[in-house]
């Protein structure tokens, strides 16, 4: 017998002996893969397909997937149903998970005040801009991702998930894929959902690692070398846009970059024995908000594979199913914490700004709030954590890393506009860690129809007593009432009821500062105040008349809390602000100066009667004590805003400066109807009494002798509200407008 002849032979007996081996092959060794695409938003289409694998009873043996493939994939191999995924990710606020946009209750005080008068901030070191990694830190995605996968938080190898699983991130100094299928699961979902610009990059391993789309967005390769016999897979990719749809430098750089993935999926998808295709055309990758939408095509687009799928059952259907328990874990004991990558910031630190107590049950949304409190303080890039189960006792061990700032120094910007102090263009230094590791310095610098500028310094020790120092400048031009300055005497003489006047005020103030609580703040302190008013209105030798050209020193306590979820459009949360100003001495123009004191207080109540609709109850008030001859430090109400310098208080119907007296009530009721997004429609009504001595009268008691009613309409943008009010006085029998443009500042 030849060579020919015997390898003929040894091939028939082979292949007659594979096909014996198939026919009779048990169905339990079949085994079936399961790959998921990227596609950002569009890969909500994976739950709608696994809804219906489930409903058909199919079994999965291993999963694999890149970006949003890997993270329902992930969660789908930890034991969550297709249906449990869709309650889940219906509930998801994407807008506050995929941004760094954290709860205004976890940011200190002095923080919630600073973050709200900038649009945009910037990063700046040695005298350069430097743009960040991304848009945002993702710190909200992991802590979701992170409390869904917790009843598999100690599993480190991916294959001894209740399915196999295995994702894929980009190494961005190399460009190669890296399979990531050991290691903590929530940092490697992350790694492989890193969207570039959108998120910042993850390290694991020492690799620099972003969204695996960029390399491999459908391993199916990788998934076949784990020994699956059926993949299945689901490509929710872009097709290549025609020339009518690049209508943009973005359309152009997204098609460059699915050039390559899209050559990709041609090969990729004849290597898929059921390969579905959802119709997601009408979507972006950012289309979160018709998630609903995206899922249902992802059902259809499966249901049409449906006979390929319901021969699978036949491999699945004497296959043991893997049950787990998914019962949703309120709180958590924390046995000990192992801390990584703290230097300038101490264990201590870090601890109390989670504010947990080993060894005692935290519930979740204590221990998010925590996370929050420490992101929030800008100090971290990022704050990476697993919990594993303890080895003798009843909880959870805490692995966290934190990856320290090396940026101190952020160019801040913003504009405005208001009825009283005009256009603004505001430009800010902020320096954290200029003289110490807790201090931070902040310079506003004021452009426009009135230049201002505002400085702060602090020392921050939270509980302990911080020490600051607040030096700022203000000025505007107004008519104002004549009663602030002139008695009726006087106004009978000159007959004037109106002045035209040049304010200018220059604050210094040096200060003690404790909290109570995390919302609740106690302060001492010194002022310096030098006030400066003239007018054209009243002369003298045609020189203009100067009201006040004075220096006031006096000594404050102030008293503040503050849990309004929005400074701006309050759904929940009170506030108190109160005030006690002892003016102890006086030099220059007031030379006949006695000593007085000025105590105010203002507080508000924000509740929501349904999701759209919020209403808001604030009271205020406020008398002179001691000497009252200097009336330029008197309450003058009228006009919108906040941020207003001195005894200003707004009040709807009068312009600004309108209301004056020594002392004042005042109530508000306000309610504020999201009609959709950051659109908001709102009514307010105020009342007042104001006039000298109100107190000693008892006037503060009687039905308000002044009444305001305003409508508006006003857009929450990322430069702060854009408001338009029409108020209207029945008192005064007319009608005032107010526009608003940006963060007040």
């Excluded at 230097?343 to 201590?348: C, D, E, H, I």
């Excluded at 004021?446 to 000025?475: A, H, M, T």
């Amino acid at each position: 017998m030849n060579k020919k002849t015997i390898i003929l032979t040894l091939f028939l007996i082979a292949s007659l002996s594979a096909k014996a081996q198939n026919e009779d092959k048990n169905p339990h060794d079949v085994k079936v893969g399961l790959v998921l695409s990227g596609g950002g938003a569009k890969g909500l289409a994976h739950i709608g397909v696994l809804k219906v694998i489930d409903s058909l009873g199919v079994k999965i043996d291993y999963v694999a997937g890149t970006s949003m493939g890997a993270i329902i994939g992930s969660l789908y191999a930890s034991g969550y149903s297709g249906n449990q995924l869709d309650s889940i990710f219906k509930k998801v606020d994407f807008d506050k998970i995929i941004s760094d946009d954290l709860p205004r209750s976890s940011k200190a005080l002095y923080e919630r005040d600073n973050s709200e008068k900038y649009a945009i901030t910037l990063p700046f070191d040695k005298l350069k801009i430097k743009l960040p990694s991304a848009l945002s830190r993702g710190q909200n995605t992991y802590s979701l991702l992170s409390k869904l996968t917790l009843h598999v938080s100690d599993i480190n190898d991916f294959s001894k998930l209740p399915i196999p699983f295995f994702c894929i991130g980009t190494n961005v100094e190399t460009g190669e894929a890296v399979m990531l299928d050991q290691g903590s699961l929530t940092q490697s979902i992350m790694a492989s959902g890193a969207f570039p610009s959108l998120f910042q990059p993850v390290i694991i391993n020492n690799q620099v690692l972003i969204d695996g789309g960029v390399a491999n967005n459908y391993p199916i390769d990788e998934l076949k070398a784990k020994g699956m016999d059926i993949i299945i897979g689901v490509d929710v990719q872009d097709g290549l846009a025609n020339r009518e749809e690049l209508t943009s430098a973005p359309d152009v750089l997204l098609q460059i970059n699915n050039f390559r993935t899209i050559k990709d999926m041609k090969l990729k998808s004849k290597k898929t024995d059921i390969y579905i295709k959802p119709d997601i055309t009408d979507f972006t990758v950012v289309s979160f908000s018709e998630g609903e939408k995206i899922i249902k095509r992802g059902k259809t687009a499966a249901y049409k594979k449906m006979d390929a799928l319901e021969d699978l059952f036949k491999y699945d259907k004497d296959k043991p199913k893997f049950k787990i328990s998914l019962h949703t874990q309120d709180s958590i004991r924390i046995n000990s914490v192992i801390l990584n990558g703290n230097k300038k910031y101490t264990r201590a630190y870090v601890l109390g700004k989670l504010r947990l107590k080993l060894n005692e049950k935290i519930d979740f949304e204590d221990f998010y709030k925590g996370v929050n409190n420490l992101v929030a303080t800008n100090n971290f890039d990022s704050f990476q954590y697993q919990f594993s189960k303890s080895q003798y006792s009843d909880g959870y061990d805490l692995t966290a890393t934190v990856k320290e700032t090396n940026i101190t120094t952020f160019l801040k910007l913003g504009v405005h506009y208001d009825g009283l102090y005009k256009s603004a263009a505001l430009v800010n230094v902020t320096k954290k860690r200029l003289l110490f590791d807790n201090d931070i310095a902040s310079l506003d610098l004021v452009f426009g129809d009135n230049v201002r500028y505002n400085f702060e310094y602090l020392i921050d020790k939270g509980f302990y007593w911080s020490i600051g120092i607040r030096s700022r400048f203000n000025q505007f031009h107004k008519n104002v009432n004549a009663q602030l300055f002139f008695d009726d005497d006087q106004i009978a003489t000159t007959g004037l009821n109106k002045i035209d006047i040049d304010f200018q005020d220059q604050t210094n103030q040096f200060y003690l500062q404790t909290l109570i609580k995390k919302d609740f703040a106690f302060s001492v302190g010194a002022e310096h105040k030098r006030l400066e008013i003239k007018s054209e209105t009243v002369t003298t030798n045609n020189n203009e008349f100067v009201f006040e050209n004075t220096d006031y020193f006096s000594v404050f306590a102030g008293l503040k809390l503050d849990t309004y979820d929005n400074k701006h459009f309050p759904k929940r949360g009170v506030y108190f602000n109160g005030d006690l100003h002892m003016y102890l001495l006086a030099s220059g123009f007031n030379a006949e100066f006695k000593d007085f004191s000025i105590a105010k207080a203002d507080m508000g109540y924000a509740f929501s009667v349904t999701d759209k609709l919020a209403l808001n109850l604030r009271a205020g008030g406020g008398f002179k004590l001691g000497d009252k001859s200097t009336q330029a430090l008197d309450f003058a109400l009228g006009g919108y805003g906040n941020n207003l310098v001195n005894n200003f208080i707004p009040f709807m119907g009068y312009d600004f400066v309108s209301l004056t007296g020594n002392s004042y009530v005042k109530a508000s009721l306000s309610a504020d109807y999201e009609v959709f997004k950051n659109h908001h429609v709102t009514a307010e009504a105020n009342w007042a009494n104001v006039d000298d001595d109100i107190f000693e009268s008892g006037e503060w008691f009687t039905l308000p002798d002044y009444r305001g009613y305003a409508l508006g309409y006003a857009i929450n943008t990322f430069i702060g509200p854009i408001q338009g009010k029409f108020s209207y006085s029945p008192e005064a029998k007319q009608s005032v407008w107010f526009f608003n443009v940006g963060f007040w500042f």
